[in-house]
């Protein structure tokens, strides 16, 4: 049942060049919330698009040989490509080309001129190009653009103006009084900061270029690129064809920008809705910047990173999950190759990844694939139950108060949680015993329906993987029409459905190890020993072995290597891939399961192409073999 409309807004992103991974993540975050308010019940209207007017975009068409359209044409299909691949799930986008918003911009500046907010003048002054913004001495910094650092030029010409300096007074006293208004505050005090050191009027209209919407009074104008631009958030939502639709979204909830053009949303925006007499935006909220190693993000640098190269080696749910997990709101993030594999690895591979596998598999080898009845609730089971609960409680205030870290962090400590949930109840050990089998049932019940709590939770963050988890679990049928509080633990839900194979969701990241020349070691001479003495070996050499036990939760056959068998083995908290030689000894299927020994610190081999993190201990004798089995959990030390 739909309870509210919700509007969330992105900026629309200017085509001069391709989108980058900083427009990504603003994005992402604008999906994401959309996303979590369609699961809580709310009748969403997501907006984003391309701005796509103005002078920079004139002079580069000019220097590429084409029309201003034919050139923003072809950038914005790569937009709505990145979008897609990203998978996106706006409402509406927005061209600031389109008829339907020509019409609107120009309504909006006939209302206002004829409220007499707008007059005729000559502009001389200082302009940056790239910006796109009109400055006065004072707010240069070092004679230069106090946006992006450029070269301002003294430009003179005829102009309209929006009297911005009749309503300052006026939008100081709103941000003052509703201080939610403009997040965070950091941004928040900067704008009024701004506002108390003087409004100038507005230039609104230019006549050194036509690639802009007429000024419908006056055809040798076009609209300024602020007024135009800033006006798309009222067109999709039926500002001049729709009065029902209008006052179903107006005022929007949240205006998604980064931090470097707040000013225009909180500021600009605002007087001209307060001229046009409609209520302001509920919240303005300034992202932080996305850093790269270290570094803001610039061509000159050649540090600009483009999101598809990333989507493409290693999808788009981990890009996702990394932007959203590893930036908390409001305050710049940085953005490492090496920590985005480490996250893929740690929180994707181990922590979900695992459970998802272990838990389809202990169901497929005790109950034959079936998910049964469960047996009488225990103390841990009923541990695991609550923090399901809190979880849930939790996560739903993070999201609402727009801390989406600390929501995605709340879900993976149940997800650890549940991991450990296995460790404690032993269900390996159930399966050997028949008087535990309603034991078991339940223990194997409460991991499926912990992980289907979970992938209700992530659909805001990983939609790909969410619907992969109920696939597997068999239970995506309804998946577009899932809300919140399905999301509750039930007793119920799970019982008789028969899972699917289980498949990886993310496999783990080799990282090639650094190729740097190995050092020289004296080798001390070696004593002569006679034939079938062992050579002898101190404890300090035998403590630099670790053992731990793993458990096999996939085998198959190495091709072309009739010895070699590739497993996929489960350190509790962490998933490897071990290449072992018992091909002769024992089918794949036969290890599913089994709880090994595994040398841990072996240094990684490759074979056949395979790179093997460690080895399995055998034993063998007159042509025999048998693997090392132990009847403790996986990650256990063995010592």
Known sequence: MKRNAYYITTPIYYPSAKLHIGHAYCTTIADAMARYKRLAGYDVFFLTGADEHGQKIQQKAEEAGVTP????????????????????????????????????????????????????????????????????ERQLVDGKCPDCGREVKEVSEEAYFFKMSKYADRLLQYIEDNPEFIQP?????????????????????????????????????????????????????????????FKKF?????????????????????????????????????????????????????????????????????????????????????FSRDALIQRINSDLANDLGNLLQRTLTMIKKYNQGLILSPGEVTAVDEDLQKMAA?????????????????????????????????????????????????????VLFDLAEALRIVSILIIPFMPKTALKIQQQLNIARDFANLHLQNAEWSDGLMVNVKVNKPEQLFPRIEVEASAEAPKKVAVPQKTPKADNVVDI?????????????????????????????????????????????????YQPEELIGKHLVLVANLKPAKLRGIVSQGMILAASNEGMLKVVEVDMPAGSKVK
């Open 69 to 136: 359209q034919e050139y923003v044409d072809k950038i914005v299909a790569g937009f709505q490509d990145l979008w897609h691949k990203l998978d996106i799930s706006h409402d509406d986008f927005l061209r600031t080309t389109q008829a339907r918003h020509h019409q609107v911009v120009q309504e909006v500046f006939r209302r206002i001129y004829e409220k007499g907010d707008i007059y005729k003048g000559a502009y001389k002054g200082l302009y940056c190009t790239p910006c796109e913004s009109f400055w006065l």
């Open 250 to 334: 107006w005022p929007a909830d949240l205006h998604l920008v980064g931090k470097e053009i707040v000013r225009f949303h909180a500021i600009i925006w605002p007087i001209i809705l307060m001229a046009l007499d409609l209520p302001l935006p509920k919240m303005v909220y300034g992202h932080g910047w996305l850093i790269v190693d270290g570094d803001k993000m610039s061509k000159s640098k050649g540090n600009v990173i483009d999101p598809l190269g990333l989507i493409e080696e290693f999808g788009s749910d981990a890009i996702r999950y990394f932007l959203l997990r590893e930036i908390n709101l409001g305050q710049d993030g940085n």
């Open 537 to 585: 070996i101190g404890i300090e050499d035998f403590s630099k072995v670790e053992l731990r036990v793993v458990e096999v939760l996939a085998a198959e056959k190495v091709k072309k290597a009739d010895k070699l068998l590739e497993l996929k083995v489960s350190l509790g908290n962490e998933v490897r891939t071990v290449v072992s030689g018992i091909a002769q000894f």
């Open 390 to 442: 809190s979880t849930l409680q939790k996560y739903q205030q993070e999201m609402e108060k727009l801390q989406l870290s600390d929501a995605i962090k709340t879900v993976w400590n149940f997800i650890s949680r549940t991991n450990k949930y296995i460790d404690e109840t032993e269900p390996w050990v159930l399966g050997k015993d028949v008087s535990q089998k309603e034991r078991l049932n339940r």
């Open 185 to 245: 505050v950091s941004r928040r005090n900067e704008m009024i900061n701004f506002i108390k050191q003087g409004l100038e009027d507005l230039c609104i209209s230019r006549t050194s270029f036509d690639w802009g919407i007429p000024v419908p009074i006056d055809d040798k104008h076009v609209i300024y690129v602020w007024f135009d631009a800033l006006s798309n958030y009222l067109t999709p939502i039926g500002f001049l064809d729709d009065a029902e639709k």
